[in-house]
């Protein structure tokens, strides 16, 4: 690489991590049940000391991880990057008891943690959450004693005011295509705390599995780890639970989102270099017209092109998670950019090199098989391709504005 030279100490931790992965991770995966929690899998990479990295460690090692071991093992690698996108609010915007309690848990694999903000009707717009977090009737009415009673003229009693012990707030709804659901130990949850205020009246909840009124169904989906939907009846929250500020919540989300887009982006880069490297071996051995595939100008312009992508998705991610780790203003769109050209270029690597194969390709177990069947999601989840674009153009056309005045 020249525009992102790595230090020799990076590299040679991801020949470490490809390494790891094949040897140790990729055997624990293939004994795991598709669509359910692999407890085994999480327990080795915590004995490997992964997803305490996550705690401790920018974006761009967050990325490399990410890449390395989607290379050898994606099952490893969205075992950890789930662990990563739902403890990150706890680490980021967690209490000190918070923090004390689940992330020692997430950090040995003891516990296993999911991001739920995705529901039936508010997918890509998550400012739309219609999960309803009410105030609970008896901090209510504890809260307007302490105000006078209602219509005294006081103003109302903020949603923290309720007594230890007691919950401040019910949360009714649902959730839908939540990873690790109905199978996580908490959820980071994301709940309209204030009606008809948009992004600005959501409120982050930390909600343990166990709470009364929380149920979970599984999704029968396209995917090795499992994806569920949330019922909340009513379910009982305190101001103990609460990450970082009430009606705050969205900024949450977005600073979670932020940070993980690009490793989507890396994600999906390590898929795309595996689908190359295998194309480029069986393109070299594989007989065909009396000479090798890769003689064949057809095959090694497609190769070169494969390859051409590959690298320039990679830089990109590279590039976002820089910015990310030096606090550069333009997080959002450079994010956004790295997962939508990353997902994008990684769904054509890996189609292409399903091509250059041909049929053997299409056999259950073969890596490109299994690779096609996992390089299609990221460009749904945390924002699909064309939420990215949107959100690219919104910050393009943000930072016009300023020009655009001055001109005037």
Known sequence: MTAFSLEPGHVTWCEELRTLAAGRLRPLAERGEPGRVNRPLLAELGALGLPARLFTSGALDLCLMRESLAHSCTEAETALALQGLGAHPVHAHGTEPQRARWL???????????????????????????????????????????AGGPGAGAAPAPLSA???GTSAWRLTGEKCWISN????????????????AGARGVTAFLVPADRPGLTGTPLDMLSPHPIGALAFDAVPVTAADVLGVPDRGFRV???????FRPSVGAFAV???????????????????????????????????EMALRTEAAR?????????????????????AMAKLLATETAQYVVDRA????????????????????????????????????????????????PTEEAGA
């Open 104 to 146: 020692p848990r997430v950090a040995d694999g003891s516990a296993v943690a999911a991001f739920a903000l995705t529901e039936p009707d508010a997918g890509s717009d998550a400012a739309a959450l219609s999960l309803r977090a009410a105030r609970d009737a008896g901090a209510r009415a504890a809260a307007d004693a302490g």
């Open 315 to 335: 830089l990109m991610v590279y590039a976002a998670a820089t910015a990310y780790d030096t606090g550069a203003p333009d997080v959002p769109k450079r994010a």
């Open 354 to 401: 399903v091509q250059l194969h041909g049929a053997r390709a299409l056999r259950r177990g073969h890596l490109l098989e299994h690779l096609y069947r996992e390089v299609r999601a990221p460009r749904v989840y945390e924002g699909a391709s064309e939420v990215q674009r949107g959100i690219i153009a919104k910050e393009l056309y943000r930072a016009q504005q």
């Open 253 to 259: 989300a977005m600073d979670t989102l932020n940070l």
């Open 270 to 304: 390590g898929m795309a270099q595996a689908a190359l490297d295998a194309a480029l071996a069986h393109t070299g051995a594989r007989d065909a017209f009396g000479g090798k595939l890769r003689d064949l100008q057809a095959v090694s312009h497609q190769v070169a």
């Open 181 to 196: 659901a109905p199978e996580a130990d908490f959820y980071t949850v994301f709940a309209r705390t204030t009606p008809g």
């Open 162 to 164: 309720a007594p230890d």
